[in-house]
């Protein structure tokens, strides 16, 4: 059939993470497990910032902003991946391969911006102690996670125009377990240079650039903490220090392995498995890392129980 007789792709078929009946149904169990408590986490620190007075704080500000944009994050795909684990027909519209795409890039990029704007905090806290307070004001940090979000919304604006204004035709087959924007630029029937570049360009505003940041705020953290007389407050600093930049390199890097390097025409299976560090499983970890240890975190939730 000649290219111009072909029609546009109205849905697409998700080859997902394996095609062994067996293993899927393994899958699926881990998946719901780790989404249940990625959204039981993130939920909970919503909630326990909201409700608890002494957690209105700058730090647990962007934290709570964090943890909603990691439930979006998670929400976009993971219950999407789990129903196909269990079914034979594995289709998805495109209209709802778009709404899947806008709500994936949309919280995945505000993530990579409020990382960043929660390393300044720290670096704030840490490196400003006398400062803190007037410079961490509540009107800066609105403005901060406001920030956050419209770049976001900047990002995934130009990422969705540039894959989504595509012409699919023909092939509709995605070696992936969701709509991601490499997976589905394969799908093209046309040039998609244009649109990797804008991708690539997007990927250096808002990964490169705040994980960069990020390191850079964290190594003068960990400069003036070895300045510290107190043993124990530099323990704990280190200790806080590693948990974070450990969530921030399983993010970015998987992130950058993901979308800043050349788009190959074959989408491999460790593409597959690496970009469920970033679209999973640091969605569940974050919650861990960054607050479920603290203990105002803890005394917040032996207060909303009732111990």
């Given amino acids: 059939m000649g290219k111009g007789n072909q029609t546009f792709v109205d849905e697409f078929i998700l080859l997902g993470l394996s095609q062994d009946p067996k293993v ?21 620190i919503i909630i326990l910032i909201q409700t608890d007075s002494r957690l209105h704080t700058p730090m647990y500000f962007f934290l709570k902003n964090l943890s909603f944009a990691d439930f979006c994050f998670s929400t976009s795909i993971v219950p999407q991946m789990l129903v196909h684990f269990l079914v034979k027909k594995k289709t998805i519209s495109f209209a709802r391969c778009s709404v ?15 990382l960043a704007v929660m390393s300044y905090d ?3 806290a840490v490196c400003k102690p006398l400062h803190y307070s007037t410079i ?12 956050s979000w419209i770049i976001g919304a900047l990002v995934c604006s130009v990422d969705s125009a540039f894959t989504l204004c595509l012409p699919y035709q023909g092939q509709n087959v995605i070696n992936h377990y969701f709509c ?13 240079y244009q649109a990797e570049m804008a991708i690539f360009s997007m990927g250096v505003m808002i ?3 705040p994980l960069f940041f990020i390191l850079a705020s964290y190594l003068r953290i960990i400069y003036t903490v070895m300045w510290m007389h107190s043993g124990e407050g530099r323990l704990k600093v280190f200790s806080t220090c590693g ?44 919650p861990i890392i960054y607050s479920l240890r603290n203990k105002d975190v803890k005394g917040a939730f032996r207060k909303l129980t009732g111990r």
């Fill in 180 to 192: 991601e924007l490499p997976a589905l630029l394969k799908l093209a029937s046309t040039d998609t």
């Fill in 24 to 44: 899927q149904i393994l899958l699926f169990c881990v998946f719901l497990i780790v989404y249940f408590l990625s959204v039981f986490g993130n939920l909970l």
């Fill in 243 to 286: 948990s974070h930049l450990t969530v921030v390199v399983l993010f970015f890097g998987s992130g950058i392995f993901a979308y800043m390097r050349p788009n190959s025409k074959v989408m491999s299976e460790n593409d597959k498995v690496i970009s469920v560090f970033y679209s999973v499983i640091t969605s569940m970890l974050n």
């Fill in 136 to 147: 961490m004001t509540q009107r800066v940090c609105v403005q901060l996670a406001v920030m």
């Fill in 100 to 114: 899947q795409i806008v709500a994936f890039v949309l919280a995945g990029c505000t993530e990579c911006a409020l």
């Fill in 207 to 209: 990964i490169l650039a």
């Fill in 122 to 124: 720290r670096y704030v």
